[in-house]
């Protein structure tokens, strides 16, 4: 089954940096691969989305890339505000098609933003 | 609004009293799931829905029930709860959006079992 592996240590930024944040897999490599944010208490927050063909999307100040060489995908938020503070969270789905029952997460990295 | 609602929020119950959590969407999406997060675990899939009356097993389905008898609604059914399932739970829904699916989680619902 596929592993997934993100830092489970907190990250602390500067406010202003650029966070970079890392998520590894084993086995297979995913059709799809998705970023979210979750708060304390609240569910993930869907943030973006890359395909395995695209070495790299970006979304106002998110930044990601995914390398299936490596089998690594780095989620960047530049210009760090500590409203960007949270768990951020790593998911693949295996199949081309996509859908609700194919996706597996990470444990997440939890990301402090220091003003 | 696009929204995700489970209910309840909070529950406290004791070992073996059946319970239901609820999950509505109002997004008319074809797709949902109920995920549990524990610490140290991340985020694992109970069950599944493709399409109403079409449910299939996630990851840890073992000791739950679900149903999908209405496209917007997605309840997950505990027929004898057990300490071990004490968890934070997640109902989410999915929608294809071009390049790939997003899924839209709800509030979600903390379970204390006795």
């Known amino acids: 089954s596929q592993k997934i592996e993100q830092n489970s240590e907190a990250l602390n930024i500067q406010e202003g940096k650029t966070a970079t944040l890392t998520c590894n897999y084993t086995?297979?490599?995913?059709?799809?691969l998705q970023w979210y944010r979750q708060d304390p208490g609240r569910g993930p927050v869907f943030l973006l989305l890359?395909?395995?063909?695209?070495k790299e999307k970006r979304k106002e100040r998110l930044k990601v890339t995914f390398d299936t060489t490596l089998k690594q995908s780095l989620f960047h938020i530049t210009a760090s505000q500590p409203a960007d503070s949270a768990t951020y969270l790593c998911?693949?789905?295996?199949?081309?098609?996509?859908?609700?029952?194919?996706?597996?997460f990470g444990k997440g990295t939890h990301l402090i933003i220091q003003p | 609004e696009a929204q995700v609602t489970q209910n309840p929020r909070y529950l406290i119950t004791v070992t073996g009293k059946k319970l239901t959590v609820t999950c509505s969407q109002n997004?008319?999406?074809?797709?949902m799931s109920w995920y549990r997060q524990d610490p140290g675990l991340g985020l694992r899939q109970i069950y599944y829905s493709m399409n109403v009356e079409v449910t299939d097993k996630g990851d840890v389905p073992e000791g739950y029930k679900v149903s999908r008898k209405e496209k917007r609604n997605f309840p997950l059914i505990l027929e004898s709860p057990s300490p071990n399932q004490t968890s934070l739970y997640f109902c989410a829904t999915s929608i294809y959006q071009g390049s790939g699916y997003e899924q839209y989680f709800g509030p979600g619902t903390r379970l204390t079992v006795t």
């Open positions: 998911a693949l789905d295996p199949r081309s098609g996509g859908g609700a029952d194919g996706l597996t």
């Open positions: 890359i395909r395995e063909n695209e």
């Open positions: 997004m008319n999406h074809e797709y």
């Open positions: 086995n297979y490599s995913p059709a799809y």
